[in-house]
Protein backbone atom coordinates (compact mmCIF):
# COMPACT_ATOMS: atom_id res chain seq x y z
CA UNK A 1 0.00 0.00 0.00
CA UNK A 2 2.48 2.18 0.74
CA UNK A 3 4.16 1.80 -2.51
CA UNK A 4 1.17 2.31 -3.93
CA UNK A 5 0.42 5.94 -2.22
CA UNK A 6 4.15 6.76 -3.50
CA UNK A 7 3.37 6.00 -7.20
CA UNK A 8 0.41 8.14 -6.81
CA UNK A 9 2.10 10.94 -5.22
CA UNK A 10 5.28 10.64 -7.99
CA UNK A 11 2.34 10.70 -10.46
CA UNK A 12 0.64 13.75 -8.90
CA UNK A 13 3.56 15.88 -8.63
CA UNK A 14 5.05 14.83 -11.95
CA UNK A 15 2.07 16.36 -13.84
CA UNK A 16 2.29 19.59 -11.88
CA UNK A 17 5.83 20.23 -12.45
CA UNK A 18 5.22 19.32 -16.32
CA UNK A 19 2.29 22.28 -16.05
CA UNK A 20 5.13 24.70 -14.37
CA UNK A 21 7.61 23.99 -16.80
CA UNK A 22 5.17 25.10 -19.63
CA UNK A 23 4.98 28.51 -17.76
CA UNK A 24 8.88 29.00 -16.90
CA UNK A 25 9.41 32.31 -17.76
CA UNK A 26 7.55 32.94 -14.52
CA UNK A 27 8.92 30.28 -12.53
CA UNK A 28 12.19 31.91 -13.13
CA UNK A 29 11.83 35.11 -11.57
CA UNK A 30 13.76 35.80 -8.08
CA UNK A 31 12.64 37.66 -5.23
CA UNK A 32 13.67 37.71 -1.53
CA UNK A 33 11.18 35.22 0.41
CA UNK A 34 10.73 33.74 4.19
CA UNK A 35 13.18 31.04 5.00
CA UNK A 36 9.94 28.72 4.34
CA UNK A 37 10.04 27.10 1.31
CA UNK A 38 13.54 28.37 0.39
CA UNK A 39 14.10 24.46 0.25
CA UNK A 40 18.06 24.54 -1.20
CA UNK A 41 18.75 27.85 0.80
CA UNK A 42 19.72 30.10 -1.86
CA UNK A 43 17.74 33.09 -0.79
CA UNK A 44 14.59 32.99 -3.17
CA UNK A 45 12.26 30.36 -3.84
CA UNK A 46 12.17 29.01 -7.61
CA UNK A 47 11.93 25.69 -9.70
CA UNK A 48 15.04 23.94 -7.75
CA UNK A 49 12.81 24.15 -4.87
CA UNK A 50 10.14 22.79 -6.26
CA UNK A 51 12.05 19.83 -7.40
CA UNK A 52 13.98 19.37 -4.35
CA UNK A 53 10.23 19.35 -2.35
CA UNK A 54 8.99 16.61 -5.15
CA UNK A 55 12.15 14.10 -3.99
CA UNK A 56 11.30 14.96 -0.49
CA UNK A 57 7.79 13.82 -0.69
CA UNK A 58 8.27 11.20 -2.73
CA UNK A 59 11.12 10.06 -0.22
CA UNK A 60 13.96 10.59 -2.96
CA UNK A 61 15.88 13.40 -0.14
CA UNK A 62 15.41 13.66 3.40
CA UNK A 63 12.72 15.18 5.11
CA UNK A 64 13.41 19.37 5.45
CA UNK A 65 11.58 21.21 7.84
CA UNK A 66 11.38 24.68 5.35
CA UNK A 67 9.99 22.25 2.73
CA UNK A 68 7.10 21.46 5.08
CA UNK A 69 5.51 25.13 3.99
CA UNK A 70 2.11 24.11 5.25
CA UNK A 71 3.51 22.74 8.83
CA UNK A 72 1.85 19.47 8.44
CA UNK A 73 4.67 17.74 10.18
CA UNK A 74 5.47 16.11 6.85
CA UNK A 75 6.04 17.10 3.22
CA UNK A 76 3.30 15.71 0.53
CA UNK A 77 1.75 16.95 -2.89
CA UNK A 78 0.16 19.98 -0.64
CA UNK A 79 3.31 21.28 0.15
CA UNK A 80 4.31 20.90 -3.28
CA UNK A 81 1.24 22.66 -4.64
CA UNK A 82 2.25 25.67 -2.36
CA UNK A 83 5.31 25.84 -3.94
CA UNK A 84 4.78 26.02 -7.69
CA UNK A 85 1.60 28.63 -6.27
CA UNK A 86 4.23 30.89 -4.56
CA UNK A 87 6.97 30.52 -7.95
CA UNK A 88 3.92 31.30 -10.35
CA UNK A 89 2.31 33.86 -7.98
CA UNK A 90 -0.28 32.76 -7.71
CA UNK A 91 -0.46 32.11 -3.57
CA UNK A 92 0.99 30.30 -1.68
CA UNK A 93 4.14 32.19 0.15
CA UNK A 94 3.32 34.81 -1.76
CA UNK A 95 0.37 37.77 -2.15
CA UNK A 96 0.22 39.02 -5.68
CA UNK A 97 -0.46 43.06 -5.44
CA UNK A 98 -1.44 45.14 -8.14
CA UNK A 99 -2.12 48.58 -8.64
CA UNK A 100 -2.02 51.69 -10.53
CA UNK A 101 -0.22 55.35 -10.44
CA UNK A 102 -2.26 58.11 -11.72
CA UNK A 103 0.60 60.04 -13.40
CA UNK A 104 1.56 61.33 -16.83
CA UNK A 105 3.35 58.80 -19.79
CA UNK A 106 6.54 60.69 -19.62
CA UNK A 107 6.98 60.26 -15.95
CA UNK A 108 6.23 56.49 -16.75
CA UNK A 109 8.32 56.13 -20.41
CA UNK A 110 11.34 58.10 -18.25
CA UNK A 111 11.15 55.44 -15.20
CA UNK A 112 11.01 58.69 -12.80
CA UNK A 113 8.14 56.83 -10.17
CA UNK A 114 8.75 53.46 -9.14
CA UNK A 115 6.78 51.52 -6.28
CA UNK A 116 9.42 50.47 -3.16
CA UNK A 117 7.77 48.20 -0.39
CA UNK A 118 9.84 46.95 2.68
CA UNK A 119 9.00 43.76 5.09
CA UNK A 120 8.73 44.39 8.74
CA UNK A 121 12.57 42.06 8.80
CA UNK A 122 14.38 44.23 6.35
CA UNK A 123 13.27 42.94 2.67
CA UNK A 124 12.97 45.79 0.19
CA UNK A 125 11.33 45.29 -3.07
CA UNK A 126 11.42 48.28 -6.09
CA UNK A 127 9.15 47.80 -9.14
CA UNK A 128 8.81 49.92 -12.16
CA UNK A 129 5.57 50.82 -13.85
CA UNK A 130 4.09 49.59 -16.76
CA UNK A 131 3.59 51.33 -19.71
CA UNK A 132 -0.06 51.92 -18.56
CA UNK A 133 1.19 53.16 -15.14
CA UNK A 134 0.30 50.10 -13.40
CA UNK A 135 2.05 47.87 -10.86
CA UNK A 136 2.66 43.92 -9.72
CA UNK A 137 4.01 43.28 -6.17
CA UNK A 138 4.75 39.10 -4.82
CA UNK A 139 5.03 40.15 -1.12
CA UNK A 140 5.69 36.97 1.08
CA UNK A 141 3.22 36.37 3.47
CA UNK A 142 3.50 36.06 7.63
CA UNK A 143 4.68 39.21 7.61
CA UNK A 144 4.09 43.26 7.32
CA UNK A 145 5.19 45.52 4.56
CA UNK A 146 5.12 49.19 4.35
CA UNK A 147 4.93 50.33 0.72
CA UNK A 148 5.65 53.58 -1.16
CA UNK A 149 5.88 55.92 -4.16
CA UNK A 150 9.32 57.49 -4.68
CA UNK A 151 9.24 60.22 -6.93
CA UNK A 152 12.02 61.80 -9.24
CA UNK A 153 11.69 65.21 -9.79
CA UNK A 154 15.16 67.47 -10.76
CA UNK A 155 17.53 64.46 -9.64
CA UNK A 156 15.17 64.97 -6.45
CA UNK A 157 13.68 62.62 -4.85
CA UNK A 158 10.25 62.36 -3.29
CA UNK A 159 8.65 60.06 -0.91
CA UNK A 160 5.07 59.10 -0.60
CA UNK A 161 4.05 56.45 1.53
CA UNK A 162 0.44 54.67 0.79
CA UNK A 163 -1.30 54.75 3.98
CA UNK A 164 -4.12 51.76 4.89
CA UNK A 165 -6.55 53.30 6.86
CA UNK A 166 -7.98 52.25 9.69
CA UNK A 167 -10.92 53.44 11.61
CA UNK A 168 -10.24 56.77 9.98
CA UNK A 169 -6.59 56.90 11.23
CA UNK A 170 -3.33 56.48 9.18
CA UNK A 171 -1.53 53.02 9.15
CA UNK A 172 1.41 52.32 7.45
CA UNK A 173 1.20 48.43 7.42
CA UNK A 174 0.03 46.03 5.35
CA UNK A 175 -0.31 42.85 7.19
CA UNK A 176 -0.33 39.51 5.65
CA UNK A 177 -0.32 36.68 7.85
CA UNK A 178 -2.11 33.82 6.93
CA UNK A 179 -3.78 35.60 4.42
CA UNK A 180 -2.33 34.55 0.85
CA UNK A 181 -5.46 32.65 -0.83
CA UNK A 182 -4.23 33.39 -4.57
CA UNK A 183 -6.55 36.22 -5.19
CA UNK A 184 -4.97 39.34 -6.22
CA UNK A 185 -5.03 42.28 -3.49
CA UNK A 186 -5.80 45.37 -6.11
CA UNK A 187 -4.73 48.62 -4.07
CA UNK A 188 -6.95 50.68 -7.47
CA UNK A 189 -5.70 53.73 -8.93
CA UNK A 190 -3.25 55.61 -6.58
CA UNK A 191 -2.77 59.53 -7.07
CA UNK A 192 0.99 60.83 -6.35
CA UNK A 193 0.63 64.32 -6.14
CA UNK A 194 3.34 66.91 -4.63
CA UNK A 195 3.04 67.93 -0.97
CA UNK A 196 0.19 65.18 -0.59
CA UNK A 197 0.13 61.81 1.58
CA UNK A 198 -1.44 58.67 -0.45
CA UNK A 199 -4.61 56.38 0.68
CA UNK A 200 -5.93 53.75 -0.36
CA UNK A 201 -9.25 51.44 0.68
CA UNK A 202 -9.53 50.55 4.19
CA UNK A 203 -7.04 47.81 5.25
CA UNK A 204 -10.62 45.87 6.48
CA UNK A 205 -12.06 45.91 3.41
CA UNK A 206 -8.67 45.35 1.06
CA UNK A 207 -8.00 42.13 3.51
CA UNK A 208 -11.53 41.59 3.22
CA UNK A 209 -11.66 41.59 -0.37
CA UNK A 210 -8.81 38.82 -0.78
CA UNK A 211 -10.44 36.59 2.03
CA UNK A 212 -12.04 33.13 1.16
CA UNK A 213 -15.65 33.48 0.73
CA UNK A 214 -18.65 32.48 3.35
CA UNK A 215 -20.25 29.80 2.54
CA UNK A 216 -23.28 29.84 -0.40
CA UNK A 217 -24.97 26.60 0.32
CA UNK A 218 -28.91 27.37 0.86
CA UNK A 219 -30.29 23.68 2.07
CA UNK A 220 -33.55 25.54 3.47
CA UNK A 221 -34.30 26.98 -0.24
CA UNK A 222 -35.35 30.47 1.45
CA UNK A 223 -32.56 32.32 -1.33
CA UNK A 224 -30.63 33.40 1.53
CA UNK A 225 -27.06 31.65 2.73
CA UNK A 226 -27.80 28.90 5.47
CA UNK A 227 -25.16 31.52 7.43
CA UNK A 228 -27.50 33.93 8.10
CA UNK A 229 -30.09 31.85 9.51
CA UNK A 230 -28.79 32.73 13.54
CA UNK A 231 -28.74 35.99 11.90
CA UNK A 232 -32.47 36.69 11.23
CA UNK A 233 -33.67 34.76 14.50
CA UNK A 234 -32.14 38.46 16.12
CA UNK A 235 -34.17 39.82 13.99
CA UNK A 236 -37.30 37.25 14.44
CA UNK A 237 -36.99 38.21 18.36
CA UNK A 238 -37.62 41.88 17.73
CA UNK A 239 -40.33 41.69 15.17
CA UNK A 240 -42.46 40.01 17.63
CA UNK A 241 -41.97 42.82 20.82
CA UNK A 242 -43.42 45.11 17.71
CA UNK A 243 -47.18 45.69 17.32
CA UNK A 244 -46.69 46.17 13.53
CA UNK A 245 -44.63 43.45 12.57
CA UNK A 246 -45.27 40.23 14.86
CA UNK A 247 -47.23 39.04 12.77
CA UNK A 248 -44.12 38.19 10.72
CA UNK A 249 -42.58 36.31 13.44
CA UNK A 250 -45.58 34.74 14.87
CA UNK A 251 -46.10 32.56 11.93
CA UNK A 252 -43.71 30.13 10.35
CA UNK A 253 -45.12 30.20 7.02
CA UNK A 254 -45.23 33.97 7.15
CA UNK A 255 -42.08 34.60 8.29
CA UNK A 256 -40.57 32.04 5.91
CA UNK A 257 -42.21 33.82 3.18
CA UNK A 258 -40.47 37.25 4.66
CA UNK A 259 -36.97 35.35 4.28
CA UNK A 260 -37.38 34.19 0.61
CA UNK A 261 -38.51 37.78 -0.35
CA UNK A 262 -35.49 39.73 1.46
CA UNK A 263 -33.56 37.04 -0.16
CA UNK A 264 -34.86 38.01 -3.93
CA UNK A 265 -34.08 41.27 -2.90
CA UNK A 266 -30.19 40.23 -1.76
CA UNK A 267 -29.55 38.41 -4.74
CA UNK A 268 -27.73 41.02 -6.53
CA UNK A 269 -25.66 41.85 -3.68
CA UNK A 270 -24.67 37.87 -2.88
CA UNK A 271 -20.77 38.37 -3.50
CA UNK A 272 -21.05 41.41 -1.00
CA UNK A 273 -22.84 39.44 1.53
CA UNK A 274 -20.57 36.85 0.88
CA UNK A 275 -17.09 39.05 1.43
CA UNK A 276 -16.00 38.87 5.09
CA UNK A 277 -14.99 42.77 6.57
CA UNK A 278 -15.56 44.61 9.09
CA UNK A 279 -15.28 48.38 6.98
CA UNK A 280 -18.24 50.55 7.72
CA UNK A 281 -19.06 49.14 11.00
CA UNK A 282 -18.41 51.78 13.01
CA UNK A 283 -20.12 54.25 10.95
CA UNK A 284 -23.14 52.82 9.58
CA UNK A 285 -23.63 51.09 12.30
CA UNK A 286 -23.36 47.46 10.50
CA UNK A 287 -20.07 45.88 8.48
CA UNK A 288 -20.17 45.87 5.24
CA UNK A 289 -21.02 42.55 4.10
CA UNK A 290 -24.24 43.00 6.39
CA UNK A 291 -25.33 46.61 4.73
CA UNK A 292 -27.35 44.77 1.83
CA UNK A 293 -29.43 42.57 4.10
CA UNK A 294 -30.20 45.28 6.19
CA UNK A 295 -31.62 47.54 3.87
CA UNK A 296 -33.72 44.88 2.53
CA UNK A 297 -34.96 43.84 5.45
CA UNK A 298 -35.91 47.49 5.81
CA UNK A 299 -37.83 47.65 2.70
CA UNK A 300 -39.86 44.27 2.77
CA UNK A 301 -40.94 45.05 6.06
CA UNK A 302 -42.14 48.83 4.66
CA UNK A 303 -43.68 47.12 1.71
CA UNK A 304 -45.81 44.41 4.03
CA UNK A 305 -46.97 47.57 5.81
CA UNK A 306 -47.97 49.10 2.83
CA UNK A 307 -49.67 45.89 1.50
CA UNK A 308 -51.24 45.89 5.07
CA UNK A 309 -53.16 49.39 4.34
CA UNK A 310 -51.05 50.98 7.38
CA UNK A 311 -49.73 54.53 6.73
CA UNK A 312 -46.58 56.28 7.36
CA UNK A 313 -44.98 52.87 6.58
CA UNK A 314 -41.38 54.37 6.48
CA UNK A 315 -41.62 56.48 9.74
CA UNK A 316 -42.82 52.94 11.33
CA UNK A 317 -39.91 50.65 10.04
CA UNK A 318 -37.35 53.54 10.75
CA UNK A 319 -38.55 53.83 14.13
CA UNK A 320 -38.64 50.11 14.88
CA UNK A 321 -34.83 50.02 13.27
CA UNK A 322 -34.14 52.91 16.00
CA UNK A 323 -35.34 51.13 19.06
CA UNK A 324 -33.58 47.71 18.44
CA UNK A 325 -30.37 49.03 16.70
CA UNK A 326 -27.90 48.19 19.99
CA UNK A 327 -29.56 45.07 20.80
CA UNK A 328 -29.02 43.66 17.58
CA UNK A 329 -25.31 45.33 16.96
CA UNK A 330 -24.88 43.73 19.80
CA UNK A 331 -26.21 40.47 18.85
CA UNK A 332 -24.42 40.88 15.44
CA UNK A 333 -20.66 41.14 17.19
CA UNK A 334 -21.47 37.55 18.76
CA UNK A 335 -23.33 36.04 15.51
CA UNK A 336 -20.16 37.31 13.65
CA UNK A 337 -17.71 36.02 16.24
CA UNK A 338 -19.56 32.35 15.73
CA UNK A 339 -18.60 31.88 12.38
CA UNK A 340 -15.23 31.32 12.93
CA UNK A 341 -13.46 33.53 10.46
CA UNK A 342 -10.43 35.48 11.03
CA UNK A 343 -11.51 38.53 8.99
CA UNK A 344 -14.59 39.28 11.04
CA UNK A 345 -13.88 38.12 14.60
CA UNK A 346 -13.15 40.35 17.06
CA UNK A 347 -13.32 39.51 20.82
CA UNK A 348 -12.31 42.25 22.36
CA UNK A 349 -15.79 44.78 19.43
CA UNK A 350 -13.47 47.07 18.66
CA UNK A 351 -13.97 46.64 14.82
CA UNK A 352 -10.45 45.35 14.58
CA UNK A 353 -10.24 42.01 13.16
CA UNK A 354 -8.35 40.44 16.18
CA UNK A 355 -5.74 38.82 13.42
CA UNK A 356 -4.14 41.63 12.29
CA UNK A 357 -4.73 44.01 15.37
CA UNK A 358 -1.01 43.30 16.55
CA UNK A 359 0.32 44.14 12.89
CA UNK A 360 -1.19 47.54 12.47
CA UNK A 361 0.48 51.07 13.88
CA UNK A 362 -2.65 53.54 13.99
CA UNK A 363 -2.24 57.43 13.97
CA UNK A 364 1.25 58.57 16.10
CA UNK A 365 1.14 55.58 18.06
CA UNK A 366 4.21 52.96 17.98
CA UNK A 367 5.01 52.03 14.88
CA UNK A 368 7.77 49.66 13.69
CA UNK A 369 7.85 51.37 10.20
CA UNK A 370 8.02 54.94 11.53
CA UNK A 371 10.27 55.25 14.86
CA UNK A 372 9.99 59.10 14.86
CA UNK A 373 5.96 59.18 14.01
CA UNK A 374 6.48 61.32 10.86
CA UNK A 375 3.94 59.53 9.18
CA UNK A 376 6.65 58.68 6.70
CA UNK A 377 8.16 54.64 6.92
CA UNK A 378 11.79 55.07 8.14
CA UNK A 379 13.46 53.85 5.12
CA UNK A 380 11.57 55.98 2.96
CA UNK A 381 12.63 59.26 5.28
CA UNK A 382 15.67 61.70 4.28
CA UNK A 383 18.23 62.37 7.41
CA UNK A 384 19.96 64.51 5.18
CA UNK A 385 17.86 66.33 3.24
CA UNK A 386 19.85 65.59 0.12
CA UNK A 387 16.89 64.35 -1.57
CA UNK A 388 17.74 60.64 -1.62
CA UNK A 389 16.14 58.47 0.64
CA UNK A 390 17.60 56.02 3.78
CA UNK A 391 17.73 53.21 2.00
CA UNK A 392 19.20 53.96 -1.19
CA UNK A 393 21.66 57.01 0.72
CA UNK A 394 25.15 55.73 1.41
CA UNK A 395 25.03 58.31 4.49
CA UNK A 396 22.40 56.88 5.77
CA UNK A 397 24.71 53.59 6.09
CA UNK A 398 25.22 52.83 10.22
CA UNK A 399 27.56 50.00 11.60
CA UNK A 400 23.87 48.97 13.33
CA UNK A 401 22.23 49.65 10.12
CA UNK A 402 24.04 48.72 6.74
CA UNK A 403 21.46 49.27 4.31
CA UNK A 404 19.73 52.37 5.93
CA UNK A 405 16.30 50.88 5.91
CA UNK A 406 15.51 51.95 9.65
CA UNK A 407 15.79 47.97 10.76
CA UNK A 408 18.97 47.66 12.95
CA UNK A 409 21.15 44.52 11.69
CA UNK A 410 20.42 42.00 13.96
CA UNK A 411 16.57 42.23 13.03
CA UNK A 412 17.21 42.67 9.61
CA UNK A 413 17.03 39.31 7.24
CA UNK A 414 18.61 41.02 4.23
CA UNK A 415 21.07 43.98 6.26
CA UNK A 416 23.22 44.81 3.48
CA UNK A 417 19.68 45.13 1.38
CA UNK A 418 21.07 43.49 -2.04
CA UNK A 419 17.93 41.01 -2.01
CA UNK A 420 19.77 38.17 -1.17
CA UNK A 421 18.66 36.92 2.53
CA UNK A 422 21.47 36.93 4.75
CA UNK A 423 21.13 33.32 5.62
CA UNK A 424 21.95 32.28 2.02
CA UNK A 425 24.69 34.57 1.56
CA UNK A 426 26.34 33.84 4.29
CA UNK A 427 25.77 30.27 5.18
CA UNK A 428 28.30 29.62 7.38
CA UNK A 429 27.27 32.16 10.49
Known amino acids: MKRLLTSKLRCQVTSILGLLLLAFPFANMAFSVPISG??????????????????IAIGVSEFSQVADVNDSHGVDVLDVQILINTVLGTGGLVQNVIGAVNVSSEQIREGLIKIVALSEDGRILLETLSSTGGFRLLLPVGVSWSIGALVEVEDKYFVFPLNFPVLGQN?????????????????????????????VSDLRHLLGSIAEKLPSAD???????????????????????????????????????FLRDVGN???????????????????????????????????????????????NAES???TLFSQIASSVEENIEEWLNSL?????????????????????????SSCEFDSDSNGIPDFLDDADSDGIPNFLDRDSSTESDTDGDGIPNELDLDANGNGVLDYAENPSK
Open 171 to 199: NLSLPLKDISLGHELDLGTIDVNLGSVTR
Open 316 to 318: IVD
Open 265 to 311: CVAPYLEVILTPSLNLFETEGFPEMLIPVVQCIRNVCVNYLKQLGIP
Open 219 to 257: EDGNNLPDIYDNFFDLWKRSFQSNVYLQYLALNEDIFQQ
Open 340 to 364: GVPEITDLNGNRVPDFIEDSICLGN
Open 38 to 55: DVNADGKIDILDIQQGIN
